[in-house]
T-cell receptor
């Protein structure tokens, strides 16, 4: 089954404790990205990657890091989480280019709380 | 930069009736795509409908249809014969048609739809 898998689905952590949210896709997609969802703001892109070893900042990258060492994996790293990073996070992947086969596939979401 | 605005934070409708969710966007591009996503309490992001800007015909998917007004930069979603399972948060989203940034989605703020039995 084609899917994007995020882990964990729920996470409560303390300020300053490094954490990683994993994202893996099994569709051989080149493009992967991370979004955060906040009430009244919708989803906003944090980072994206167009292929292995190619990553770039989205609209709200401060406080986050990513890596793309393998095509299927795109982890989101919070080196020193702060309470303003409490949010719902989504990983998404898609093929590059145009057309209906380039639709985005989303993971199940990770609810992160930083206290 | 492109922006998407959903001015209705919440909407409600009686079961079996029709409801329209509003979305406006701002872009200087001529080639782009517009989407409506549904997010039920499970948090899953579900693609409801898609519209290519170069197509004049409004997209339809069963009970879901859009009113795409390109000149007005408006993209509303109509849900006919509303069902309890339609209750969810709905997001309007924009995607550029150009190769640079073509996969990035720009989302509106969301509209929470309640279905009254």
């Amino acid at each position: 089954e084609a899917q994007v898998t995020q882990n964990p689905r729920y996470l409560i952590t303390v300020t300053g404790k490094k954490l990683t949210v994993t994202c893996s896709q099994n569709m051989n997609h080149e493009y992967m990205s991370w979004y955060r969802q906040d009430p009244g703001l919708g989803l906003r892109q944090i980072y994206y990657s167009m292929n292995v070893e190619v990553t770039d900042k989205g609209d709200v990258p401060e406080g986050y890091k990513v890596s793309r060492k393998e095509k299927r994996n795109f982890p989101l790293i919070l080196e020193s989480p702060s309470p303003n990073q409490t949010s719902l996070y989504f990983c998404a992947s898609s093929l590059m280019g145009r057309g209906r086969d380039t639709e985005a596939f989303f993971g199940q979401g990770t609810r992160l709380t930083v206290v | 930069a492109q922006t998407v605005t959903q001015s209705q934070p919440e909407m409600s409708v009686q079961e079996a009736e029709t409801v329209t969710l509003s979305c406006t966007y701002d872009t200087s591009e001529s080639d782009y795509y517009l989407f409506w996503y549904k997010q039920p309490p499970s948090r899953q992001m579900i693609l409801v409908i898609r519209q290519e800007a170069y197509k004049q015909q409004n997209a339809t998917e069963n009970r879901f249809s859009v009113n795409f007004q390109k000149a007005a930069k408006s993209f509303s979603l109509k849900i006919s014969d509303s069902q309890l399972g339609d209750a969810a948060m709905y997001f309007c989203a924009y995607r550029s048609g150009f190769s640079q940034g073509a996969q990035k989605l720009v989302f509106g703020q969301g509209t929470r739809l309640t279905i009254n039995p």
